[in-house]
């Protein structure tokens, strides 16, 4: 049963699992220093046996869990700098602080930003591999000169690895014989 996860420094992304909580042996669970959203998940407050727990550095955001464990969590190191987070032991009110929404718009051009990136970059595949597919095989299509040559070049290469291979393989049974007869 896994008692300790460190997943801290990792890049995680999104939110934590709302399937967490089923992780009942689990006593110390260190996911700092991520990019982790959302609110905490409640069920991480079914883990009775959980002792030591970071969630710093983060975007969480929502109540903090007051139930079992997490009522047992005093120290508002383990939520730093996650400023959507609220409620005992921050000293921030049960209610979201008021740069919410400026969060949330800026979480909303990002997720435009990198939208369009992702755009751009599937359309430029998409152009990119017939472009290139038909810059080698056109040319070799229309040159006739470069199509012998290309083809001659991969006729020797493979003529050139059946060499090597039979020779290595005339030499491994050599040495294969003289072993039997002496060994």
Excluded at 78 to 93: F, K, V
Excluded at 169 to 178: N, Q, T, V
């Amino acid at each position: 049963m896994l008692g300790i996860l460190n997943l801290s420094r990792n890049q995680l992304i999104e939110k934590i699992p709302q399937k967490i909580g089923a992780m009942q042996g689990l006593e110390t669970l260190d996911l700092s220093c991520n990019h982790l959203s959302s609110p905490i998940p409640m069920s991480m407050a079914s883990i009775t046996s959980l002792s030591h727990l970071n969630l710093s550095h983060n975007l969480l955001s929502g109540p903090i869990p007051t139930t079992n464990q997490f009522s047992t969590f005093n120290d508002p190191s383990i939520y730093e700098a996650n400023l959507g987070l609220y409620g005992l032991p921050l000293s921030t009110n049960c209610t979201p602080p008021n740069n919410q929404n400026h969060k949330n718009d800026q979480d909303d051009k990002q997720d435009d930003e990198d939208g369009r990136y992702m755009t751009w970059f599937f359309i430029s595949m998409a152009m990119g591999f017939p472009v290139g597919f038909w810059a080698i095989c056109g040319s070799l299509a229309l040159n006739k000169s470069w199509r012998h040559a290309y083809f001659q070049f991969f006729d020797e290469t493979r003529d050139r690895l059946l060499v090597f291979i039979i020779v290595n393989m005339a030499r491994l049974k050599r040495k294969i014989e003289r072993i039997g007869v002496h060994g």
